[in-house]
């Protein structure tokens, strides 16, 4: 669940929680809290720059195979159906990363999963979630781009 634009702005944790739950029905959890201050400054960039983008790995993964993922990406069979997913899409991940090998693997696959949408859309070929947008009274559409 995106949090919303008022629970994302709460002064703290637990009035954004008070917040969520009076919009939702539903709490907001501790991890989504603590991603607050990135989401507001991931979301002044976008409403600066309207090439911005939202992606999400999953979806990115779920567009390069037939929309089903068979195996969840915590699982070896995950971790592999999605490099070889991503080297049949020309996006190959060395064996060696440097420095950036210290990350997770998940994190890694997530990383190349959205630079290959980033060059879709780049390039005039990505496609968004719902495929027409609706656009909010702030002017933003709200879409997963892939």
Do not use: C, M, Q, Y
């Given at each position: 669940m995106t949090p919303p634009r008022t629970v994302l702005e709460a002064p703290d944790p637990d009035e954004g929680r008070r917040r969520c739950l009076a919009l939702t029905g539903q709490s907001i959890s501790s991890q989504a809290l603590a991603l607050r201050p990135r989401?507001?400054?991931a979301d002044a960039v976008a409403r600066a720059d309207r090439?911005?983008?939202e992606v999400h790995p999953e979806?990115?993964?779920?567009?390069?195979?037939?929309?089903?993922?068979?195996?969840?990406?915590?699982?070896?069979?995950?971790i592999v159906l999605?490099?070889?997913l991503l080297?049949?899409?020309c996006i190959v991940?060395?064996?060696?990363?440097g420095s950036a090998g210290a990350a997770g693997v998940d994190d890694v696959l997530d990383a190349a999963a959205a630079a290959w949408s980033a060059a879709r859309i780049a390039a005039?070929?990505?496609r968004s979630l719902p495929a027409d947008p609706r656009v909010g009274p702030d002017g933003h559409a709200a879409?997963?781009?892939y």
């Open positions: 989401i507001l400054e090439r911005v983008r979806v990115s993964f779920a567009a390069l195979t037939d929309g089903h993922l068979a195996f969840a990406k915590s699982t070896w069979a995950g999605r490099r070889r080297t049949d899409a991940l060395p064996d060696n990363l005039g070929r990505g879409a997963i781009w």
